[in-house]
């Protein structure tokens, strides 16, 4: 099944659609206030991506490019990109939306960091990704896993 993942515009309907996901929160909530205070424009640069089934926003995630410069996982520090609030709504998961998202974040080329839900950890092996052990990262919270691309060495989690 082809399903095609599209920039999402940051504009009232996307926030709308965003209400149906679990993940709403903080970052929707602050670009609304921006919306309503007119201080970002529809086509705004936005870190969200998108699959539509008819004209329903069926699943989302969000996608960061970090700069080597804040780079605190890999050793070389690199460009990479961090990957978060992957969400399909319910109806539509185990088809493969999930998957599309994930494989156009790893079209970019570069290394992926994303802290997966509770439950989730299967479906991120499946994609590639590897768990990260350092301890002090997990003390933050996080519990990150990553991917690398072919022909990319694998690189030690930096320790600090």
Same mark, same amino acid.
């Given at each position: ?47 969200? /991506? ?13 996608? /960061? ?7 605190? /996982? ?82 030690? /989690?930096?320790?600090?």
């Amino acid at each position: 099944m082809d399903h095609k993942v599209e920039k999402l515009k940051i504009n009232y309907k996307t926030l709308e659609d965003f209400k149906e996901f679990k993940g709403y929160g903080h970052q929707e909530l602050s670009m609304l206030e921006d919306l309503e205070a007119n201080m970002i424009e529809n086509d705004s640069d936005s870190p969200f /991506y998108g699959i539509y089934f008819g004209d329903k926003l069926v699943a989302r995630m969000s996608l /960061y490019r970090v700069g080597a410069r804040f780079d605190r /996982y890999f050793d070389p520090p690199q460009d990479y990109l961090e990957l978060w609030k992957l969400e399909v709504l319910p109806d539509y998961q185990i088809k493969g939306y999930g998957s599309a998202l994930v494989e156009f974040a790893k079209s970019f080329g570069l290394p992926i960091k994303t802290n997966p839900r509770i439950k989730s950890q299967s479906f991120w092996e499946k994609m590639g990704f590897t768990p990260v052990h350092y301890e002090v990262e997990r003390d933050l919270g996080e519990n990150p896993l990553v991917w690398y691309p072919e022909g990319v060495k694998e690189q030690v /989690y930096r320790q600090e």
